[in-house]
């Protein structure tokens, strides 16, 4: 801003130096000439008015009168030359000068933006600052808010205006978009990281994943083949063995995903904190691979007894720590012929990056019951059971993405508290 600075302030000096040079050396100029050039047209001009008279035969004594006019002429010459200048006091052009600097920088400050400039170099300044927050190096391990996430996102984009061959820088800012729930620019930052270093495992298993999140066809067997690579090389990444099995249960293969979180399991032993998640995940895999023999029973009309039937069994305690939803579907809903049933958490205030989030294949019947648990939470450090109050959101994705596209189908609760349970009616329309 230094810099800044010291150019406006040199533009206001030339504008003031424009103004005030003229006025205070003025202009220098010769009277007596002046006066001798116009005594000359004078003269000029009588003498032929003098010539057209004695012609018309109005003057005798042409001769005469052309005498007294050249004596006249060196009569009106002055005995010195003296020339003459006008000039202004200092004094005189304060009035001028400050107006030039109020205007230029009143006009600045009005339209020229100066608070964003500011808020620009500031997150600029405060990039490895806000880096370090985001992965969780600092001492007090505060979380980032969405104004600290807006400005890492504009610094990081400023660098690698910058530095455009930083993969790593890339790979950040496609991390930051993903938790941004921006699978686009998710998409592209990854890409160009992936581009910069194909062979780097933290950047194929971010490119896999945004791949994942876009949806575009062709792009989940990317992702597939990115993530086998990952774990070809460390098989004990935890991260890769995860996407895979969401992947594979996503994609109804209950058997996969059940053989990687159990491979997760064995990885991380009993005594992990993260062995209860796996559990319900593979419990939860199971039942579904269980109730594949129940769906013509479902189809037929049975739903909400087999729901009953698959529902497990919860203590009190998991009870205040999930939410229950009903979702049901309006008679003017018009279903897709392709697509997911999303259904999201989001705070009470109704922001629209969700807290938690499942997605059901287009198939399931409804009205259909869904139990929304931490192990349904988008990221580790804010999970579903941080909320006391909520808002359950159900959408019919038409396309796969997760991003919600015109034309899609989606209902919302009221307010609902930890614990509870509460209805959501699909009928409204982007």
Known sequence: MTLFWIITAVLVLIAIAFFAVPMLYGKEYDDVASRDELNKAFFKDRIHEL???????????????VSELQQSLLDDIPESEVKKSVQVSAGMLLPGIIL????????????????????????VNRLPQLSQRLLGDNAANEPLSDQDMSDLTLALRTKLHDD??????????????????????????????????????????????SLMLSGKPGASDTARQLLRNVVKKDHTNMQALSLLAFDAFEQNKFEQAIAYWTMMKKLI????????????????????????????AIASGSAATATAEAAPKVSAEQAKQQVVATISLAPNVVMPKQGAIIISVHSA??????????????????????????KDSMMPQRKLSSLSEMIVRARIDSDGNVM??????????????LGGDTKVLINKQY
């Open 349 to 374: 205030d109704g922001a629209p990056m969700p807290i938690a989030a499942v997605k059901l294949p287009l198939t399931t019947p409804f009205p259909l019951t869904i139990t929304l648990t931490d």
């Open 51 to 65: 010539e057209n008279e004695s012609q018309e035969g109005l003057v005798e004594n042409r001769q005469e009168l």
């Open 404 to 417: 919600t596209k015109q034309g899609d189908w989606y209902g919302e609760s009221q307010k609902v508290m």
């Open 100 to 123: 030039i600097v109020g205007v230029s920088y009143g006009m600045y400050a009005s339209v020229g933006g100066i608070q964003k400039v500011e808020a620009w170099h500031d997150a």
């Open 164 to 209: 455009g061959d930083d993969p790593m820088g890339w790979l950040l800012l496609g991390r930051i978009a993903m938790a941004n729930r921006d699978g686009e620019t998710a998409e592209m930052a990854m890409k160009k990281a992936y581009d910069l270093n194909p062979v780097d495992g933290d950047i194929q298993l971010g490119y896999a994943q």
């Open 269 to 296: 032993g009993p005594d992990d904190s993260r062995a209860p998640m796996l559990d319900r995940s593979i419990e939860r895999a199971q039942e579904r691979l269980n109730a594949d023999d129940k769906a013509k």
